[in-house]
């Protein structure tokens, strides 16, 4: 078994098996994510910040705080991969719902149409004491059919939709809604392959 060669800043399971799927050596590092002490990194869209910013500046924020933490954790300094998946509709960012209906909300805005779904992938590096961290992004158009009223009822009853960007799992049962994606769809998922292969290649971490 190969032993852990970098760090994956992120407790998505999605992300995880995707990392899986390819056999790439990584080994999870927890960032706080919840009360008392709140989030380490601050995932609010800044005022006047186009999508396509936000993106890359949350998944770069989660690799260069996770590796800043390793050296304050006694771990060994190996690069550190974040990564943000982004649905944006008419220009909005399409977050994760706070309740069954807002999820009912955002999938009746999704229903009959084409959004994109930008996923950004950051590596972070520990260079002579500094921070040097290297970005991809992915963009992907995602066409849904259209979607009764009642069967986003039920498919918000099926609790799927509440930790995903968008309100909707590609790999779940949404997968009935896609007609059509342009794209990638790992990256959808929440993790493009060829992008974060690429970066870790770079990195003296190839996959194959």
């Known amino acids: 078994m190969i032993s852990?060669?970098?760090?994956?800043?992120?407790?998505s399971p999605r992300r995880k098996e995707l990392l899986d799927q390819i056999g790439a050596p990584f080994t999870v590092?927890?960032?706080?994510?919840?009360?008392?002490?709140?989030?380490?990194?601050?995932?609010?869209?800044?005022?006047?910040?186009?999508?396509?910013?936000y993106v890359l500046r949350i998944a770069r924020d989660k690799a260069e705080l996770g590796a800043k933490v390793l050296s304050l954790r006694g771990l060994p300094l190996w690069p550190v991969l974040g990564a943000d998946t982004t649905v944006?509709?008419?220009?909005?960012?399409?977050?994760?719902?706070?309740?069954?209906?807002?999820?009912?909300?955002?999938?009746?805005?999704?229903?009959?149409?084409?959004?994109?779904?930008?996923?950004?992938?950051?590596l972070s590096r520990i260079r002579s004491g500094f921070v040097m961290?290297?970005?991809r992004v992915s963009v992907t158009q995602v066409t849904m059919r259209a979607i009764d009223p009642q069967e986003i009822e039920r498919y918000c009853a099926t609790r799927e939709p509440y930790d995903k960007a968008g309100g909707y799992a590609i790999q779940g049962v949404a997968a009935?809604?896609?007609?059509?994606?342009?794209?990638?769809?790992?990256?959808?998922?929440?993790?493009?392959?060829?992008?974060?292969?690429?970066?870790?290649?770079?990195a003296g971490i190839p996959v194959l």
Do not use: N
Request: hydrophobic share 35%; no cysteine; charged share 30%.
């Open 133 to 135: 961290t290297e970005t």
């Open 88 to 122: 944006i509709l008419d220009g909005d960012v399409l977050g994760k719902p706070d309740d069954p209906q807002d999820a009912a909300r955002t999938l009746a805005r999704l229903s009959g149409r084409t959004h994109e779904v930008r996923t950004a992938v950051a």
């Open 4 to 11: 852990p060669r970098f760090y994956l800043a992120s407790m």
């Open 29 to 53: 590092l927890p960032l706080r994510s919840h009360p008392p002490r709140g989030p380490e990194v601050d995932e609010t869209q800044r005022e006047g910040e186009a999508p396509a910013d």
């Open 176 to 202: 009935i809604f896609i007609e059509r994606i342009e794209g990638s769809y790992s990256g959808v998922m929440g993790l493009p392959l060829a992008e974060t292969s690429a970066l870790l290649a770079e």
